[in-house]
């Protein structure tokens, strides 16, 4: 498996753990709750390897990556019912292949445009709160992945 030591989905270091909290790996990625919570279970999917464009992927990966895109938007759509569940694929500064995968809702922070990478006011939760989301989102991939 490709990785590189100064990225930090690879290394799952510090710096990724100020913004994100992992719990959930798929076939070919990893899924990580995002600590702004401006957009209800907004989540990053990082793919399992080091790779820095979709492009990189082989047509049977590309299918594999996009396929868990889908598990995750499907599930944050079962446990939280969002009007909308946007993806962005950013990576200009970073060099590991990921989605975001961001939940809309009607009357929310920038429904009907481009979501905001950090919104502020960030909305930061407690422990608690977090757990709970996690468990949320678990539980929707869990039944989403049974029998599989």
Known sequence: ???????????????LKALMIPFYTLGHSKVYLFRNQSYRGRCVLAYKEH??????????????????????SLALHNAFSPKKV??????????HLHCH???KYEGGPSFGSTFEMNPEPAALLSDAEYDELIRKITAALDELTAGK
């Open 51 to 72: 790779v820095n464009e979709f492009f990189d992927l082989s047509p049977e990966d590309t299918a594999a990556f996009a396929q868990d895109i889908r598990l995750v």
């Open 101 to 103: 995968i961001v939940p």
């Open 86 to 95: 946007n993806l962005g694929m950013y990576n200009d500064k970073g060099t």
């Open 1 to 15: 498996m490709k990785t590189a030591n100064d990225c930090m989905y690879c290394t799952e270091n510090e710096a």
